[in-house]
């Protein structure tokens, strides 16, 4: 009895390492190419969907030496339209700082906008 359960682990044990070893043979090799060569196991996308090489060398994809894995699905229905949002601030005057050659942005909700500092514009150039 000790031996036929022994046994049993033993072939269970070589059958997951098989499974386990061909599941990770699979590589992703990204968009197919005429120029490249495959082996079994290669996935490939192509025209939105996702191919698996039946075979190593499996010819042009799609084929009869690939195996659809996925494809790209259709557009789903349009939801509900949600209502329209409150409209956004705009600008509907300035605060004009001459001495300090800076404007700031009043909005429509009453805030104030960021500054925009201008004196750099005006400034001489020295050094040259």
Known sequence: MTEAHAALQREIESTCKRIV??????RIRGT????????AGDLVAMDGATFL???DNPGPCPGAGWQLASRQGQRGVAGPKGE???PGNIITGWIVDRSN???TPRLSD????PPLELGA???Q???K
């Open 21 to 26: 070893s061909e599941s990770a043979a699979r």
């Open 32 to 39: 197919f190419s005429d120029s490249e060569s495959y082996n």
């Open 53 to 55: 090489a039946r075979r």
């Open 84 to 86: 329209r949002g409150l």
């Open 101 to 103: 050659f800076r404007v």
């Open 110 to 113: 009453g805030s104030l906008g």
């Open 121 to 123: 514009f005006f400034e």
């Open 125 to 127: 150039e020295t050094g």
